[in-house]
Every structure is written in structure tokens, then in C-alpha cells.
């Protein structure tokens, strides 16, 4: 059955919790989409996770389209979300015109941060195109005096995330990530919204959870935010067989008879 973003908000009136990923390439989407999860993100976690780059601000709509596209010939059962990247959802204008690119590209919907100051754009794009909102922790901002920080610890902080969550409700978002939020500002949020909320480090009353995959897995091991549990380390499992293979390259043990023609 293809995931909706009403099947979402209908899991959400159930109480049924929603899992959520990122994947950036064709193998992994498949293998996620296979065990149910039900929304996908191309996340612009990108940048660290598969390209190099210190964060998130240099990826490009280009890099976002080519990964989007390997997601999509997975051709999931999953909602597949694209992250629109810093600085292309600059005006409505702008912001129809690349969102229509990852539609083209087979993204069902599009995600990007902001709430309030966003909520114009998510309007237009609703008309149209499903979003997926982001509030809390948004690394897009972090040049705009936004922090790494957890958000929400602050009266002004959460009454400004409610309004931000609603912004994107009112706007026709589907649903909203709430990212690095106290776990008491994203329960409030999730009961205020009659859209789901997806959480990262916000706490376990979200209506579902995201996570980024190469946390998760162990792949990116540069630094791992606290909210990231580990399921696997597939780092140190790949660091296991190349050192395996080069040594056996080295002392001629491979290639053997069994692996010859
Ligand atoms: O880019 C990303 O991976 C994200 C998640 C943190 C939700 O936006």
C-alpha cells in the first residue's frame, strides 16, 4: 500500500506511531522500504552524511536531484520527501519552481525549515505540492544567529515553536519535523496539531519518530548527537573488511581457487 500523507494523519488519529528515515541512494531506500518505514527523507543531511561538506549550507539543488532520483527508482511503498536546500525556497516563486523539480525527480512531497517565516511559502506550495514542515533545530539558520542548541527551554522559545507549529498547520503542511526540542514543547505541539509530528531529540510523545540513517547505522561517526541511538556500526564493520581484504591482497590469499575461473 502506497503511504499517503493522509495515511499519515489518519495513523496519527489511531495512535499508530510513524517511523521515518533519510536515505540518499537506491539500496538503502529499498531495504528500509521493504521493513515499512513509512516516510522517506532526502534529507540535506546529505552534505555531511554521503558528500563531505561541515554542514548542510552548501548543498546544492543539483546534488539534492541527483540523490532524490536514486531514492525514487526505489520505487517505495514509503512517502518519499525531498529537502529543498538552503536558499531554494527563497520566494513562493522560486520555491514552486524547484519543488516542481523534485516532483519531476519522484518525490511525493517536499520538506523545508521554518515556521512562521516560512508559512507564506508553504502556502503557496500547498495548493499544489505536499509539505512536510521543520521547526525546532534548523541547520539552514545556523548563519542567521540560529544554534546547535536544543530549542524550547524557554517560555518565549516554546510559545514561539507552538506558534511556528500551528504557522505550518494553518499553511497546509502535512506534517511537521520537530527537531531538538525539550520533550514537554514538542508533547504540547503534537497535542495542539491535528497534522503528525515527526520528532528528532524531541522526546517519545511525537506521533512518530525520524532519524538520520547514517547516525543510526553507525556510517558517520564525526560526531554523534545524543539523540541518535546507535542500531548498528556499520563503520567499523566496513573498516573490518577492507583491512581484511587488503591483507589478503597482500599476502596473495585472494584471490583464491574458489573465487577464479
Ligand atoms: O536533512 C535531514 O536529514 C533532516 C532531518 C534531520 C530531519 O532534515
Known amino acids: 500500500m502506497k503511504i499517503t500523507p493522509e495515511i499519515l494523519r489518519e495513523m496519527k488519529q489511531r495512535g499508530e506511531k510513524i517511523a521515518a528515515l533519510t536515505a540518499y541512494d537506491y539500496f538503502t531506500a529499498k531495504i528500509m522500504d521493504e521493513v515499512g518505514i513509512e516516510l522517506i527523507l532526502v534529507g540535506d543531511s546529505l552534505g555531511m552524511a554521503v558528500l563531505g561538506y561541515e554542514n548542510t549550507l552548501p548543498v546544492t539543488m543539483e546534488e539534492m536531484l541527483h540523490h532524490t532520483r536514486a531514492?525514487?527508482?526505489?520505487q517505495t511503498q514509503a512517502l518519499v520527501v525531498a529537502d529543498m536546500p538552503f536558499q531554494s525556497y527563497m520566494t513562493a516563486e522560486s520555491a514552486l519552481e524547484n519543488a516542481n523539480k523534485f516532483l519531476a525527480a519522484g518525490a511525493a512531497a517536499v520538506k523545508l525549515?521554518?515556521?512562521?517565516?516560512v508559512a507564506d511559502r508553504v502556502a503557496a506550495l500547498t495548493r499544489t505540492i505536499p509539505v512536510l514542515g521543520h521547526i525546532g533545530l534548523?541547520?539552514?539558520?545556523?548563519?542567521e544567529g540560529g544554534s546547535y542548541r536544543v530549542q524550547g527551554r524557554t517560555t518565549e522559545s516554546a510559545e514561539q515553536l507552538l506558534r511556528d507549529a500551528k504557522a505550518l498547520e494553518w499553511a497546509g503542511a502535512f506534517a511537521v519535523v520537530v527537531e531538538c526540542t525539550t520533550a514537554a514543547v514538542a508533547r504540547e505541539i503534537t497535542g495542539a496539531l491535528k497534522i503528525p509530528t515527526l520528532g528528532i531529540g524531541a522526546g517519545s510523545d511525537c506521533d512518530g519518530q525520524i532519524l538520520v540513517s547514517s547516525d543510526m547505522l553507525g556510517q558517520f561517526t564525526r560526531f554523534t548527537p545524543k539523540h541518535a541511538k546507535r542500531y548498528a556500526n556499520l563503520a567499523e564493520e566496513m573498516r573490518?573488511?577492507?583491512?581484511?581484504?587488503?591483507?589478503?591482497?597482500?599476502?596473495?590469499?585472494?584471490?583464491?581457487?574458489?573465487?577464479?575461473f
Open 240 to 260: 573490518r573488511a577492507f583491512l581484511a581484504y587488503r591483507g589478503e591482497v597482500e599476502t596473495k590469499k585472494f584471490p583464491d581457487r574458489e573465487h577464479s
Open 138 to 143: 534548523l541547520p539552514q539558520s545556523i548563519l
Open 71 to 74: 531514492v525514487a527508482r526505489a
Open 113 to 117: 525549515e521554518g515556521g512562521v517565516a
